[in-house]
C-alpha cells in the first residue's frame, strides 16, 4: 500500500476487517485479514488477538502483541530496521495487534540473500540486540517485492533478562556500523527524543522492561561491537 506511515496507521486503526483466514505457521494464533476502509479499498494485514497467545512461563502472559507494537515504535524511532506499521485495536477475536501484509514476490528467508543484503541484515541484528529478541529465525526476515528488507514477528521481544535468540550470526565481533552507532548516539544524546520515545513505550511495556532497553542501548555504544553470541544459548529452534 503506498501510504504513509501515519496514513497507514490510521487505516489499520479504523480500517472494517471484512475477511480472515487462520495461519497455520507458529505457535500463537495468527489471522491473515482483509480489510477495507472508505476511500482507499481492500488491503491485507496480519491479525494477532491477545486471546490467541500460548502462555509462557518467562513471558508475562497476554503482552506478546504489546511487544509487536513496541517493535514497531521503537524501528520508527530510530529509522530502522524495516517493520510494517503495527497498531493495537478489536478484531474479530478480541484487542490485538494488526500489521501491514507485506508482500513477497517468493517466500524466500534470509538464507536465499544475506550475502547481497548485507547492510538491511546488519540493522535487523543490531535491533535485536536492543530489543532483545528472543525468536529471529529466518523466516522473519522478508524480501518485500518493493525491493526492501522487512522485518516481522516482534512478540518475544523487551524482556528484562539476556534472551537474545537469533539466526543473524554473521556479524559476531564486527564493529557496529558508524551510521547506526550516530543514529544511537542521536537518541541518547537527546532528552526529548528519550522522552517521547519512552512515552509511546509506556503504553505498550512495563517501566523495567524500558528501563533495560536503554541500558542495552547504552552498553551497545560503550563497546561498539556486535557481541560474539553462545551456540547453547543464542539459537532459535527452529531455525526458520
Known sequence: MAVSPEEAALLLEKG????????????????????????????????????????????????LHRRERAAYITSRTLGWPNIPVT??????????????????ASRPDLFAFQEERRKELMEIALFDLLVNNADRKAGHC??????????????LTFHVDPKLRTVLWDYCGEPIPQRLLEDLESLREDPARRDVL???????????????????????????????????????????
Open 16 to 63: 472494517e476487517i471484512r475477511q480472515y483466514e487462520a495461519v497455520s505457521s507458529g505457535s500463537n494464533y495468527t489471522f491473515l485479514v482483509m480489510m477495507s476502509a472508505a476511500g482507499r479499498g481492500k488491503f491485507l494485514a496480519v491479525y494477532k488477538p491477545q486471546r490467541g497467545e500460548r502462555p509462557l512461563w518467562d513471558f508475562p502472559r497476554g503482552t
Open 87 to 104: 497498531v493495537i485495536r478489536d478484531g474479530p477475536f478480541g484487542i490485538g495487534s494488526v500489521q501491514l501484509f507485506v508482500p513477497t
Open 142 to 155: 522478508l524480501l518485500g517485492v518493493d525491493g526492501r528488507v522487512w522485518a516481522i514477528d516482534h512478540g
Open 198 to 240: 519512552r512515552a509511546e513505550l509506556e503504553t505498550e511495556l512495563a517501566p523495567e522492561e524500558i528501563n533495560a532497553f536503554f541500558r542495552r542501548a547504552d552498553r551497545l555504544l560503550r563497546f561498539r561491537r556486535y557481541p560474539r553470541l553462545d551456540p547453547t544459548r543464542n539459537i532459535p529452534w527452529p531455525l526458520v
